[in-house]
């Protein structure tokens, strides 16, 4: 009865618990295309390129203003695909155009904020004063998106830029003199 | 605007009710209404069957401000009523009905009507030149049943006297008698076979009366007789009595000094005379008005202390008369009515205690009804009554009797002594009125006067303990929230709170008071349906005469009303209550035109204005620090300012002066209401540019027109100088039509009856109403603000042109429309809310369709474009494109379907919260609603079901306390019973 109780574990889920070690297979059926084993003689292959001759410090700045350059222009990329979603959604308040105009405003300021985050990879000692320009050139693509922003809630009417903005501070003209009617 | 079908289908059936002026669900909750007819006459109020085979009766009156209706007498309800003259009237007219007849006639004017009596649908109308005298039903005629109508005709010069016979049927005149003297015609009277026309012969020292005897057929004169008088009748007033339609007319009268009382039977030539008991003061006669009745009359002698009466018999045959029996002497004036059934007449005396029945025949009462106590609050001073002999057993009589108390009710009092119903007919012909607001607890002002006065210490000990001792309310305050909160779930309201008037929070509770031409003011709250809290007489106002209110200055902290009348009378009362502090009886001179409130240095008082416009110096604590602008006799504009001439005592004088140029008369002017709020001093404009309001408190519009040239000029005045900022003039106005004028804000319109030419055809002209409105500006540019700028203050006193800006002046940019309407308006008056933030709409009385419209400002822009559509900056703005034509909504008809009546005028109050404004039209009716002029912003309308809120909430609460547990044990139950 007990033998019947317990059943042995079957071989698939014990090797699926405990696979077995691979081996090589005695035979000479090649593997597959692809498969791992087959790739493994080419390994010396890939060392080689690793083993390329290393860059010298000039080409890494190089490349690194390169880097830093696309990264000082990224924010200036996006702005033609936000202008014509800004002038799509329309000047009306929605939820939508709140969002937009909130993203616009938050992303310009947080990137001026993180300045010096975004390229301290970049920056070395040797090519700071030309980093210096870059960053110089992006804090002003953040600020050109920023006008953008300002351009929308502009269009939105939100800026306090017309003389109805200030009409509930104006004061009414009060005579010194005044009359009562008895007629 | 491509809307999905569905969506636009929505929007077109919500916009009706977005537009509604009230909901139905606020009829009798914010509004309520007295239908009232105005006093009932002696003479032109009786009962009536409107039905020959029915024996219900109505009750019909013309009334003492010229309305004519029949009222219900079971339930005090109005059947019909007219206004006759479209105007309110100074009593007078006639009313008579033919027995078994259904219809009435009445006359007033120069005008006869009849009219039917179930209905009130119009018979006949008949204008004739001259004067109406009198009225009566000629019972007997020789074309069958039919029931002609005779009109005693006065011409206007008063040179000759014209009697007609109208036909019953349609008007048409029968025949006509016409007599080319100078006699004063008095009255007609018919008997069975002749006609009698009295009137006054000789001179106003000493009259004689002289009866025509005319035939019925011909309306040939068969007789003429001249009783003499003795120098007993110096006007028509002197004879008291022309026994109407009864088998024996008489004439009655009395000597001077109402010792002696003369009677002519009509057709003879004697006159007897009955004497009079000693010390009395007025002497009346009643008297059956049927052909078949028994001649017997009842002649009511009151004295100073109390009332008598005798019945007389008349002799058919020989013409004698003689004194049937006496009724003792009772206290109070006493109220005589007379009743006929057939041949039996009755007497119906009322007094304070008790109703009696009498027969003609015989002194003995045949019915003795007491009054219940207290139940007629005020004595009767005439009425008429009903009596119906009941079949059956025995002799049992039913009466009831509609009279007019000293307090000018009409009264309905039933058999039992009840009384079925009180109508406050008084209420009719308002001349002044003004809302109140519900004066504060006096005893907390006083104690905290008392505290403001002591040391700090005592005060906050006095406060401590004023603090502790309101302690022993708290339980009382605690009960009274479960039922405060049930009735503000149920939207009942409650009032009063200990019996005492409270304000609510949102200041709909108020009193109107209301002072009337008849010397009687009233106290009515606003917030409770416009019940009348009190009312009591100010003076005895001799009829025929008026009491003219000049103004009413409403005392807040001291909960006091001072009314100040044209005769140098005023009465000064509590709000609260109306019991009456401080009165002064009219003089019989008038000497006072006007009055102002002014600024004191002991606070506001009323300033009365001389007929010339003068003002006499004042106290020297009562010197008004403001121009007062008064009209001289010749209806000039004068401003009157107060300067020292010597030494510390101010005295008047005329700054200015605005004659009205030759050829015209004033016929209009307007103010900016005294709470005026204004939310913007300017209008935003698409651009988001600002147009600045021309805001000018002294400003003042006077409309002034020329009979002549056929012209309306319309003058903007600056009150501190006389100077004129603006005027125009509009061409083809019929200055017989009413026109009126409002102010407000920076705008100002006029209504008037005019004509205008066709945009299409010029030459085609069209009559009609007309509003031409009228927006002021500072400057025609946007943005600018004029040579003042942004200065706080300026001097009206100041050059209108500022030397140095470039010849710019502060005078307003004006800017004009004029629209058609729909119907005539009158009574014009401009909603005021307590900041202005709220839109207005200007208020008027449909004097065709009875009924008070509010027009919203928007559509009486004078901005809208002519001719061409909107922009969307205009659009933005709110512009709609000009039409000229402004259609009256009936959606915009503040009283809905209810027939208000005779509107004088409208008077506006805010409330507290800023969407509303409350509304009071007086006149002939009474009527009040609140207005909303931008929708109920601010509260909740009636249609918001508190109930189905909380109830939801308790749902949803008690579903989160019965669920809770249950979710937080499966939860568990999860974690800890996790399938192995």
Same mark, same amino acid.
């Given at each position: $009865?007990?033998?019947?109780?317990?059943?042995?574990v079957?071989?698939?889920a014990?090797?699926?618990?405990?696979?077995?070690?691979?081996?090589?297979?005695?035979?000479?059926?090649?593997?597959?295309?692809?498969?791992?084993?087959?790739?493994?003689?080419?390994?010396?292959?890939?060392?080689?390129?690793?083993?390329?001759?290393?860059?010298?410090p000039?080409?890494?700045?190089?490349?690194?203003?390169?880097?830093?350059?696309?990264?000082?222009?990224?924010?200036?990329?996006?702005?033609?695909?936000?202008?014509?979603?800004?002038? $799509?959604?329309?000047?009306?308040?929605?939820?939508?155009?709140?969002? $937009?105009?909130?993203?616009?405003?938050?992303?310009?300021?947080?990137?001026?904020?993180a300045?010096?985050?975004?390229?301290?990879?970049?920056?070395?000692?040797?090519?700071?004063?030309?980093? !210096?320009?870059?960053?110089?050139?992006?804090?002003? $693509?953040?600020?050109?998106?920023?006008?953008?922003?300002?351009?929308?809630?502009?269009?939105?009417?939100?800026?306090?830029?017309?003389?109805?903005?200030?009409?509930?501070?104006e004061?009414?003209?009060?005579?010194?003199?005044?009359?009562?009617?008895? !007629? | 605007?491509?809307?999905?079908?569905?969506?636009?289908?929505?929007?077109?059936?919500?916009?009706? +009710?977005?537009?509604?002026?009230?909901?139905?669900?606020?009829?009798?909750?914010?509004?309520?209404?007295?239908e009232?007819?105005?006093?009932?006459?002696?003479?032109?109020?009786?009962?009536?069957?409107? @039905?020959?085979?029915?024996?219900?009766?109505?009750?019909?009156?013309?009334?003492?401000?010229? #309305?004519?209706?029949?009222?219900?007498?079971s *339930?005090?309800?109005?059947?019909?009523r007219?206004?006759?003259?479209?105007?309110?009237?100074?009593?007078?007219?006639?009313?008579?009905?033919?027995?078994?007849?259904?219809?009435?006639?009445?006359?007033l004017?120069?005008?006869?009507?009849?009219?039917?009596?179930?209905?009130?649908?119009?018979?006949?109308?008949?204008?004739?030149?001259g004067?109406?005298?009198?009225?009566?039903?000629?019972?007997?005629?020789?074309?069958?049943?039919?029931?002609?109508?005779?009109?005693?005709?006065?011409?206007?010069?008063?040179?000759?006297?014209?009697?007609?016979?109208?036909s019953?049927?349609?008007?048409?005149?029968?025949?006509?008698?016409?007599?080319?003297?100078?006699?004063?015609?008095?009255?007609?009277?018919?008997?069975?076979?002749?006609?009698?026309?009295?009137?006054?012969?000789?001179n106003?020292?000493?009259?004689?009366?002289?009866?025509?005897?005319?035939?019925?057929?011909?309306?040939?004169?068969?007789?003429?007789?001249?009783?003499?008088?003795?120098g007993?009748?110096?006007?028509?007033?002197?004879?008291?009595?022309?026994?109407?339609?009864?088998?024996?007319?008489?004439?009655?009268?009395?000597?001077?000094?109402?010792?002696?009382l003369?009677?002519?039977?009509?057709?003879?030539?004697?006159?007897?005379?009955?004497?009079?008991?000693?010390?009395?003061?007025?002497?009346?006669?009643?008297?059956?008005?049927?052909?078949?009745?028994?001649?017997?009359?009842?002649?009511?002698i009151?004295?100073?202390?109390?009332?008598?009466?005798?019945?007389?018999?008349?002799?058919?045959?020989?013409?004698?008369?003689t004194?049937?029996?006496?009724?003792?002497?009772?206290?109070?004036?006493?109220?005589f009515?007379?009743?006929?059934?057939?041949a039996?007449?009755?007497?119906?005396?009322?007094?304070n205690?008790?109703?009696?029945?009498?027969?003609?025949?015989?002194?003995?009462?045949?019915?003795?009804?007491?009054?219940?106590?207290?139940?007629?609050?005020?004595?009767?001073?005439?009425?008429?009554?009903? #009596?119906?002999?009941?079949?059956?057993?025995?002799?049992?009589?039913?009466?009831?009797?509609?009279?007019?108390?000293?307090?000018?009710?009409?009264?309905?009092?039933?058999k039992?002594?009840?009384?079925?119903?009180?109508?406050?007919?008084?209420?009719?012909?308002?001349?002044?009125?003004?809302?109140?607001?519900?004066?504060?607890?006096e005893?907390? #002002?006083?104690?905290?006067?008392?505290?403001?006065?002591?040391?700090?210490?005592?005060?906050?000990?006095?406060?401590?303990?004023?603090?502790?001792?309101?302690?022993?309310?708290?339980?009382?305050?605690?009960?009274?929230?479960?039922?405060?909160?049930?009735?503000?779930?149920?939207?009942?309201?409650?009032?009063?709170?200990?019996?005492?008037?409270?304000?609510?929070?949102?200041?709909?509770?108020?009193?109107?008071?209301l002072?009337?031409?008849?010397?009687?003011?009233?106290?009515?709250?606003?917030?409770?349906?416009?019940k009348?809290?009190?009312?009591?007489?100010?003076?005895?106002?001799?009829?025929?005469?008026?009491?003219?209110?000049?103004?009413?200055?409403?005392?807040?902290?001291?909960?006091e009303?001072?009314?100040?009348?044209?005769?140098?009378?005023?009465?000064?009362?509590?709000?609260?209550?109306?019991?009456?502090?401080?009165?002064?009886?009219?003089?019989?001179?008038?000497?006072?035109?006007?009055?102002?409130?002014?600024?004191?240095?002991?606070g %506001?008082?009323?300033?009365?204005?001389?007929?010339?416009?003068?003002?006499?110096?004042?106290?020297?604590?009562?010197?008004?620090? %403001?121009?007062?602008?008064? @009209?001289?006799?010749?209806?000039?504009?004068?401003?009157?300012?107060?300067?020292?001439?010597?030494?510390?005592?101010?005295?008047?004088?005329?700054?200015?002066?605005?004659?009205?140029?030759?050829?015209?008369?004033?016929? +209009?002017?307007?103010?900016?209401?005294?709470?005026?709020?204004?939310?913007?001093?300017?209008?935003?404009?698409?651009?988001?540019?600002?147009?600045?309001?021309?805001l000018?408190?002294?400003?003042?519009?006077?409309?002034?027109?020329?009979?002549?040239?056929?012209?309306?000029?319309?003058?903007?005045?600056?009150?501190v100088?006389?100077?004129?900022?603006?005027?125009?003039?509009?061409?083809?106005?019929?200055?017989?039509?009413?026109?009126?004028?409002?102010? *407000?804000?920076?705008?100002?319109?006029?209504?008037?009856?005019? %004509?205008?030419?066709?945009?299409?055809?010029?030459?085609q002209?069209?009559?009609?109403?007309?509003?031409?409105?009228?927006?002021?500006?500072?400057?025609?540019?946007?943005?600018?603000?004029?040579?003042?700028?942004?200065?706080?203050?300026?001097?009206?006193?100041?050059?209108?042109?500022?030397?140095?800006?470039?010849?710019?002046?502060?005078?307003?940019?004006?800017?004009?429309?004029?629209?058609?309407?729909?119907?005539?308006?009158?009574?014009? %008056?401009?909603?005021?809310?307590?900041?202005?933030?709220?839109?207005?709409?200007?208020?008027?009385?449909?004097?065709?369709?009875?009924g008070i419209?509010?027009?919203?400002?928007?559509?009486?822009?004078?901005r809208?474009?002519?001719?061409?559509?909107?922009?969307?900056?205009?659009?933005?703005?709110?512009?709609?494109?000009?039409?000229?034509?402004?259609?009256?909504?009936?959606?915009?008809?503040?009283?809905?379907?209810?027939?208000?009546?005779?509107?004088?005028?409208?008077?506006?109050?805010?409330?507290?919260?800023?969407?509303?404004?409350?509304?009071?039209?007086?006149?002939?009716?009474?009527?009040g609603?609140?207005?909303a002029?931008?929708?109920?912003?601010?509260?909740?309308?009636?249609?918001?079901?508190?109930?189905?809120?909380?109830?939801?909430?308790?749902?949803?609460?008690?579903?989160?306390?019965?669920?809770?547990?249950?979710?937080?044990?499966?939860?568990?139950?999860?974690?800890?019973?996790?399938p192995?």
């Open positions: $009865m007990s033998e019947l109780a317990i059943p042995p079957p071989r698939w014990a090797e699926l618990k405990n696979p077995p070690v691979f081996k090589p297979k005695a035979d000479k059926i090649p593997d597959p295309p692809g498969y791992p084993s087959s790739q493994a003689p080419s390994s010396s292959k890939v060392h080689k390129v690793a083993q390329r001759k290393a860059p010298t000039e080409e890494m700045d190089t490349l690194k203003l390169k880097k830093a350059w696309e990264v000082a222009l990224g924010p200036i990329k996006g702005l033609p695909m936000t202008g014509i979603m800004m002038y $799509m959604s329309g000047n009306s308040l929605q939820i939508f155009s709140i969002m $937009m105009v909130f993203m616009a405003f938050k992303n310009p300021i947080m990137g001026i904020l300045t010096n985050q975004a390229f301290e990879r970049f920056e070395t000692d040797s090519n700071r004063g030309k980093i !210096l320009q870059v960053k110089v050139a992006y804090v002003v $693509m953040q600020l050109v998106a920023l006008a953008l922003g300002v351009w929308k809630i502009n269009g939105m009417g939100l800026l306090p830029t017309t003389r109805s903005d200030w009409l509930a501070w004061a009414q003209r009060e005579p010194l003199e005044h009359a009562v009617t008895a !007629l | 605007m491509l809307l999905p079908p569905h969506l636009s289908t929505f929007l077109l059936l919500a916009l009706p +009710s977005a537009v509604r002026a009230v909901f139905q669900d606020e009829v009798g909750h914010i509004d309520y209404h007295y009232l007819l105005g006093v009932p006459q002696r003479e032109t109020t009786f009962f009536h069957r409107p @039905r020959r085979d029915e024996k219900a009766s109505l009750l019909y009156t013309l009334s003492d401000v010229g #309305v004519l209706g029949a009222v219900h007498p *339930s005090g309800a109005v059947l019909w007219h206004l006759l003259n479209g105007t309110l009237t100074d009593g007078g007219g006639f009313l008579r009905a033919g027995e078994g007849e259904n219809w009435v006639a009445g006359a004017g120069k005008s006869v009507h009849a009219w039917d009596a179930v209905s009130g649908r119009n018979k006949f109308w008949v204008d004739f030149s004067e109406v005298r009198d009225l009566e039903i000629m019972e007997m005629t020789e074309n069958g049943g039919r029931k002609d109508v005779l009109a005693l005709f006065d011409e206007e010069d008063g040179s000759s006297t014209v009697l007609r016979r109208l019953g049927d349609d008007g048409s005149v029968v025949w006509e008698f016409k007599e080319t003297t100078k006699d004063i015609p008095l009255q007609v009277s018919t008997n069975v076979e002749k006609v009698f026309v009295i009137s006054l012969h000789g106003a020292a000493a009259y004689n009366l002289k009866v025509t005897v005319l035939d019925t057929l011909s309306g040939k004169r068969l007789d003429e007789l001249v009783i003499g008088t003795k007993d009748v110096h006007s028509k007033e002197d004879v008291m009595f022309v026994g109407a339609n009864s088998a024996a007319p008489i004439v009655a009268w009395t000597d001077n000094s109402l010792q002696k003369r009677v002519n039977v009509l057709g003879l030539k004697t006159r007897q005379e009955f004497s009079l008991p000693a010390g009395a003061v007025s002497v009346e006669i009643h008297a059956p008005h049927l052909v078949q009745s028994l001649p017997h009359f009842l002649v009511h009151k004295t100073a202390s109390g009332n008598s009466a005798d019945v007389y018999h008349v002799d058919l045959k020989t013409g004698g008369i004194k049937a029996y006496d009724l003792p002497v009772q206290r109070g004036t006493g109220a009515s007379t009743s006929s059934d057939n039996n007449v009755y007497f119906t005396r009322i007094t205690e008790e109703i009696v029945l009498l027969s003609s025949t015989s002194n003995a009462a045949i019915g003795c009804w007491p009054l219940k106590e207290g139940e007629l609050r005020s004595a009767a001073i005439y009425g008429v009554s009903e #009596v119906v002999k009941k079949t059956g057993s025995g002799e049992s009589f039913a009466v009831r009797s509609a009279v007019v108390t000293d307090t000018d009710d009409w009264v309905l009092v039933r039992n002594g009840e009384i079925a119903w009180s109508r406050p007919e008084g209420m009719t012909g308002a001349v002044a009125a003004a809302f109140a607001e519900i004066p504060e607890n005893d907390l #002002v006083k104690t905290l006067e008392q505290e403001a006065h002591s040391n700090i210490l005592a005060a906050y000990i006095h406060r401590v303990n004023r603090h502790i001792n309101d302690l022993k309310y708290l339980p009382a305050y605690l009960n009274s929230i479960p039922s405060r909160l049930t009735s503000s779930i149920l939207g009942t309201e409650v009032s009063f709170k200990d019996g005492k008037l409270a304000r609510d929070s949102f200041g709909f509770h108020k009193l109107v008071i002072a009337t031409r008849r010397g009687m003011f009233y106290g009515l709250d606003v917030g409770n349906k416009g009348v809290l009190w009312s009591n007489r100010a003076f005895d106002i001799a009829k025929g005469d008026k009491w003219n209110v000049t103004g009413i200055h409403i005392d807040e902290s001291a909960g009303t001072t009314v100040l009348g044209s005769n140098k009378d005023h009465v000064v009362f509590k709000t609260e209550t109306g019991k009456i502090v401080d009165a002064k009886a009219p003089e019989a001179q008038v000497s006072t035109r006007s009055a102002a409130l002014v600024n004191t240095l002991s %506001q008082v009323l300033l009365a204005v001389g007929l010339d416009g003068e003002i006499s110096s004042p106290p020297a604590d009562w010197t008004p620090g %403001q121009t007062v602008v008064t @009209r001289g006799l010749g209806g000039e504009l004068k401003g009157v300012t107060f300067v020292a001439a010597d030494g510390a005592k101010l005295s008047p004088l005329v700054t200015w002066t605005f004659p009205v140029p030759q050829g015209q008369k004033t016929v +209009s002017i307007a103010t900016r209401p005294a709470h005026d709020s204004v939310a913007s001093i300017g209008r935003v404009l698409g651009d988001r540019s600002v147009k600045y309001k021309y000018n408190p002294n400003a003042l519009v006077l409309a002034a027109v020329d009979d002549a040239a056929l012209t309306l000029t319309v003058y903007l005045l600056d009150t100088t006389g100077q004129i900022l603006y005027s125009s003039k509009y061409e083809g106005v019929d200055a017989g039509k009413p026109i009126e004028c409002a102010m *407000s804000e920076n705008w100002f319109m006029c209504s008037f009856f005019g %004509q205008y030419g066709v945009r299409d055809d010029p030459d002209i069209v009559k009609g109403y007309q509003i031409a409105v009228s927006d002021m500006y500072e400057s025609d540019q946007p943005n600018e603000r004029g040579p003042l700028d942004d200065s706080d203050s300026y001097s009206p006193l100041d050059p209108l042109d500022v030397p140095g800006a470039g010849g710019a002046s502060t005078l307003p940019s004006v800017v004009s429309q004029t629209y058609v309407l729909g119907a005539p308006i009158s009574a014009l %008056q401009v909603t005021q809310t307590r900041q202005g933030i709220s839109a207005r709409q200007l208020l008027a009385y449909l004097p065709d369709m009875h419209v509010g027009l919203p400002r928007m559509l009486l822009e004078p809208r474009p002519v001719g061409r559509d909107v922009t969307p900056a205009e659009m933005e703005e709110g512009l709609i494109k000009y039409h000229p034509v402004i259609e009256i909504d009936p959606k915009s008809v503040l009283s809905h379907e209810r027939d208000v009546l005779g509107v004088e005028k409208i008077i506006t109050s805010p409330a507290v919260v800023e969407s509303t404004s409350l509304l009071f039209a007086y006149g002939v009716d009474v009527f609603t609140r207005v002029p931008s929708f109920l912003f601010d509260i909740l309308g009636k249609g918001f079901n508190k109930v189905t809120l909380i109830g939801t909430v308790l749902a949803l609460s008690a579903g989160v306390f019965a669920l809770g547990p249950m979710v937080r044990r499966k939860q568990i139950d999860t974690r800890w019973n996790a192995m």
